[in-house]
C-alpha cells in the first residue's frame, strides 16, 4: 500500500487504453523507446518465447532457423502510441522470428 502511495506521487492517470489486441501476446513490460523528444511511445508485445529443443521435445512443430538453437516467437509487435493523448498511431507485426527485447533498450 505504501509503494502505491509512493507511485501515485510522482505520476497521474492521464488514460488508460488498450495495447495488445492479440489475445496470445503479452506486453514486454521491461522494453520501452521514446523517440521523437518523447513525444511517442514504442512499445513491444510477443508471444513466448519457445525453445527449439524444448519444442522438439514437446513435438511442437517451429519452422527452421537461420541460427541454430534460436528461441522462436511466433509473434512479436511493436505498438507507437501518442503520448500527449494516448491514441495508438500504428503497430508493426513480426512473425514467425524472435526479436530478444527483455531488458534490451535498442
Not at 28 to 33: R, S, T
Not at 61 to 88: M, Q, W
Amino acid at each position: 500500500l505504501t509503494a502505491l502511495r509512493s507511485f501515485d506521487s510522482f505520476f497521474e492517470l492521464l488514460y488508460r487504453r488498450s495495447i495488445v489486441t492479440n489475445s496470445s501476446e503479452a506486453l514486454c513490460k521491461d522494453f520501452l523507446l521514446f523517440p521523437q523528444g518523447g513525444a511517442y511511445l514504442l512499445l513491444a508485445s510477443q508471444t513466448p518465447a519457445l525453445d527449439p529443443t524444448r519444442a522438439a521435445q514437446a513435438h511442437v512443430n517451429i519452422p527452421p532457423s537461420e541460427v541454430p538453437g534460436a528461441p522462436y516467437a511466433e509473434c512479436t509487435t511493436l505498438h507507437l502510441v501518442r503520448l500527449s493523448d494516448g491514441t495508438k498511431l500504428d503497430e508493426l507485426r513480426f512473425t514467425q522470428d524472435f526479436l530478444h527485447l527483455h531488458n534490451n533498450s535498442a
